[in-house]
């Protein structure tokens, strides 16, 4: 590939979901993150959720995940560019976690609010 040239379109889809499917295959929590949204389609569905409630959903699955790739991306260039434990390393791997760990709980919540009343509704 000659210099300044970008690759077609279809490759940088390609190169894209190369890096989804990598985090899924080798990264724990979003394989965790996967479950939760498996287990959420499938209440969801059950439970009947709204379009609005589904979209809120959705927003959610897409911020946690994307934050989740980002993170690892983070981890992966600080482990590129050292070994050695360096406080700012340190920093950066941290708190690309901790935005990771606000998302999810804050969807946590969300999802609480959403689902609780609906599955109560089963009960009463």
Request: glycine fraction near 6%; aromatic fraction near 8%.
């Amino acid at each position: 590939m000659k210099k300044g040239k970008k690759d077609p379109l279809y490759k940088s889809f390609g190169y894209a979901f190369e890096g989804i499917f990598t985090c899924i295959a080798k990264e724990r929590n979003m394989k965790i993150h996967c479950l939760a949204v498996i287990i959420v389609v499938l209440l969801g569905t059950l439970l009947r959720l709204s379009v609005t409630e589904w979209c809120i959903c959705l927003i959610l699955f897409g911020l946690v995940m994307a934050l989740e790739l980002v993170n690892t991306s983070a981890e992966a260039i600080v482990d590129l560019v050292t070994e050695e434990r360096k406080p700012l390393a340190k920093v950066a791997k941290d708190t690309a976690a901790g935005a990771v760990l606000i998302a999810a709980i804050m969807a946590a919540i969300i999802g609480a609010i959403i689902f609780i009343p609906k599955i109560l509704e089963l009960f009463i």
